[in-house]
């Protein structure tokens, strides 16, 4: 199992842009699936984005496609999220995640394992 902990988020205009980063610590692979989820008030967990630690593989929820762009450095066991053209509707808290075992594929916060202790993202209109 992996240890994740997340940065960057934080107070922002609609329209703005804001990049969070998640520092992992423990034993990775290749096929090792990372992500994020977020949690808005007062409703349930949705699925944001998931890529495979080698980066081939690569999914985003439609209310996020074209917005967001996860991303890794794997030399400095980083995962980001790069967010732009934020709505108020983002606001949620945001969880960097982790999957150990492979899966073909990576779409819900069920298939996650590991999770990071979330951070605030705010979009005010």
């Known amino acids: 199992q992996v240890q994740l902990v997340e940065s960057g988020g934080g107070l922002v205009q609609s329209g703005g842009s804001l990049r969070l980063s998640c520092a992992v610590s423990?034993?990775?692979?290749?096929?090792?699936?990372v992500g994020w989820v977020r949690q808005a008030p007062g409703k349930e967990r949705e699925f944001v984005a998931a890529?495979?630690?080698?980066?081939?593989?690569?999914h985003y929820a439609d209310s996020v496609k074209g917005r967001f762009t996860i991303s890794r450095d794997n030399a400095k066991n980083m995962v980001y999220l790069q967010m732009n053209s934020l709505k108020p509707e983002d606001t949620a808290v945001y969880y960097c995640?982790?999957?150990?075992?492979?899966?073909?594929?990576?779409?819900?916060?069920?298939?996650?394992?590991?999770w990071g202790q979330g951070t605030q993202v705010t979009v005010s209109s």
């Open positions: 995640t982790a999957r150990g075992s492979y899966s073909r594929s990576i779409t819900s916060p069920d298939d996650f394992d590991s």
């Open positions: 890529s495979r630690w080698s980066g081939e593989y690569v």
């Open positions: 423990g034993r990775t692979f290749s096929w090792t699936g």
